[in-house]
Structure formats: structure tokens, C-alpha cells
């Protein structure tokens, strides 16, 4: 006993974790798994930067946990005709720098995002942003788009102030200014990222003073943080260690499902990953019921589609990669490469990619390919993979709005290759056909059936083996209330508080 508490009072100091935060009530001390990249939400789409920001910034509409569009800067809206949307926005809003947010805001705002090549993508159907008054926009798209309200409330749409972007200039991703519930502070790169609240937030001022968002990569630690108490809430419990929160008594584990998806990625542009035989002859090769068992421990079903059964337009006859290494075997044969192949494969360090991609290391020898493991620091992985520098990866996606047009657009239209998501360098005309066709028709079954399609193709050319469909948990102590889980992964903090 003497040993473990010296192990958990030496891992708090290595930590860094602070014995004063913990005893704070008005204080919330949530675990990362990483640093974010930037809190810049139109210069990057990576979920650990989006769970601090989306404490920051407030979008037209959002969706709550149940994937409902409910108002939020925009107090309502109206279909002017069947490309053009008008909302009214609440009156009164202040942005942190004491600024009243107005229609002049969001347009700034939606035509900066429609500049980005990071999230241009996600609202590329919008035409134009037309301000009528103060409180009133217009939104027009080039063709009907019927995911737009969901489009809109992607925390990448959040509002931002001109006169902060504009002063900030380059470094603006370091001064975010929002209208959110809580306002940035500071940032410690690669340790903490402090928030306070923002005492004039129109839907009333959060409970908790201060929430800090500590960068803490290692699960196991993460764990250790909430064991010791100098973590509140812990995102992203690994595996191994969820009977860990589920036995203490101070602690609670809750998992609910997500809209996330767990792949592997396939340079395209590279010669030997060309060859759509290489790419199934891989996929053939990976047993995806091991990784489910033994990297998420039963919390993650195996995948036969790039979206998932919770995301609109998910094809549950989508052919689905069974475990056949003999079938591997041959086809590499046929694309001639019967005497082996070499391969690297990048991950983040994430440890439950790091487990996957020692399965799969092991896995894909067995049919003669060797592969190699190279790990990077988060933001090198997004910098190295948006360029192509990489042959396979490891990443993750969620499809935030709830609608295949996000879980499918970004991953595999031609016009994202690169950090717009599509890091496969994948390209097929009729799959951008598709994907027009789906997003612009407001009739759901209609749109199904272009996304089942597209799923149809996707897995039969393999830009990505989609792994696993994982559940979502947090670790929390039992001190800690009001916290909901979203199913897109951006959780918001407000409405949680400590009761002691």
C-alpha cells in the first residue's frame, strides 16, 4: 500500500497536477489527451482543440446530446425560399471583449471559414452571407443543402468578433475571443490551457469560476489524476484502466456510444499503395474483431462502413472485410508482390493507436508485409499526413453534425486532399458526384440512396479500412455534476459544477 501511494504522490508531481485545485470548488480540472493545436477554430478540425474551444465560441444553432438543432446565437430562423435561410440573432450578446455581437460578425465569420483550407469544407455549400440588419442574416447556398442547420451548429462555425481576429493577426489563435460561457486566460503549450468564466454569457453565468484543460497524453495517468483527485474529469479512459475508475468508490466511469470511427489510412499517392489489391490485400489481413477485444476491451464493434449506424445514411449492407490472410496472400501475389512489401505506418501518441498498430504490425507480417511503427507528437502527425509525407496512418473521425454529408465529404471528395481531412489522397469523379448529389436534396431517402453508394464504393476501393465503430466514456468524480457527454465528442462544460 506504502508503494502505491508513493507511485501516485510521485506520478501527481510529474503531473505537475495542482493539491490547490483540487480543493477549489469554483475550480474544474479536466484531463486532455492532447494539447490542442490551436484555439483557433477556422485554422484546424482536431477533436483535443475543439473540446477546449468549444468552451470558447457559440454557433448559430446547436445540436444537443440527443443531435436536436436547437437555437443558439440565433434566437430562430426561417426558409426563405429553398436556398436561402434567415436567422434572427438574440440581441444583447457580448463577445469577451465587451463587443456586441452583430450580423456583421457572422458573416465575417462564415466567409473566414469559407477561406480556410482546414473547414471550408464543411460549409462549402454556402453561396453567400447576406446581412440585412444588425440582428438579421441571410444565408444562401448555391443548390438546396439539406444538412445545412446541421452544418452550422459544427463547433468550426462557431462566431468569432473581427475587431479580436483583426488586431490578433497571426497570433490570434493564442487570443481567442468569443461569446461562449468561458473566456481564454492563458496557455502553458503542451500543459494547460486555463479558461474563466464570462460573467455576462447570455444564457446565465456557468457555476464553476475556472476550468483548466490539462494536456495529459498517457490513459494510464489521465487515471491517475482522477485516483488522486487533482483531476475532476478525465476524457478518453484507455481500456485497461476503466475497471480502475469502475472500483473506486470516489469515481464513476460513464460510456455511451459516439459518432466516431477508428481507420486505417492509405496514402494513395504512394506507388505501392496505388494498386486497390495492395490496399484489400491489407485489409483481408487485419483481424478488426482482435482489435475490438483487445485494444477497446469489448467497447467498440467492428465497422463495414467509413460512417457509423448512428450517423444519417449509414449502409448496414456495406461490404464488410472478413479475416481472410490467404486471400491476403493472393492478392498481393497478383499486384506482385509476392516477395514482400515495406511499409511505414504514423501514429499519434495515442496509446490505443499504439496498440492497434502493434496488432497490426504483427498481423500484416504474417502475409509478408513489414511495417513500421513511427510515432509523432500530435500536431507534426496532422502537419506530416495533410502533406503526404506518410504511407499508412492511424486517425479517427467523427461525424459531428450527425449526417454522412460531414462523415463522408471530408475524408473523400477530391477537393480535401490533405488537412481538409481527405489525408488518403483518395479521388474518384463519381464519388464527388455523388456527394454533390446527396447535399443537394432536401428529400432523406433520396439522399440515402446516394450515400449508400458512396459507402458501396469506398469499400470496395479502400482509401480507408475502417476499423472500429468506438463507444465514447469519461472518468469524473462523483463530486462532479451536471456534465453530459455529446455524442460528437465536443462536450461542453457548461452547467457542470463540484459540490464540494
Partial sequence: MKKKILLLSTLAIFLGLNLEARADKNTLVIANGADAKTLDIHATNDAPSAKVSGQIYDTLVKQDTNMNIVPGLAESWSQVDDKTTEFKLRKGVKFHNGKELTANDVKFSLDRMKASPQVSHIIKAVDSVEVIDDYTVRVKTATPFGPLLSHLSHNASGILNKEAVEKAGGAYGQHPVGTGPYKFVNWQAGDRITLEVNPDYYLGKAPTDKVIFRSIVEGTNRTIGLETGEVDIAFDIDPVDKNMVRDNERLELIEEPSLSTTYLGFNMEKDSLKDKKVRQAIAYALN???IADAVYQGSAQTANSAIGPKVFGYNPDAKAYEYNPEKAKELLKEAGYDKGLKLK?????????????????????QVGIDVTIETLEWGAFLDGTARGDHDLYILGWVSVTGDADYGLDPLFNS???????????????????????????????ERKTYYYEIQDIVQEEVPVLTLVYPTQNIGEQKTVQGFKMHPAGHHKVYGTYKTK
Fill in 288 to 290: 478488426t474483431q482482435d
Fill in 345 to 365: 505506418l504514423w501514429i499519434n501518441d495515442n496509446p490505443i493507436r499504439r496498440d492497434i498498430a502493434v496488432i497490426a504490425q504483427d498481423q500484416l507480417k
Fill in 415 to 445: 477537393a480535401n486532399k490533405g488537412g481538409a481531412g481527405n489525408r488518403s489522397f483518395y479521388s474518384n469523379p463519381k464519388v464527388d458526384e455523388l456527394l454533390v448529389k446527396g447535399r443537394s436534396s432536401v428529400n432523406p431517402e
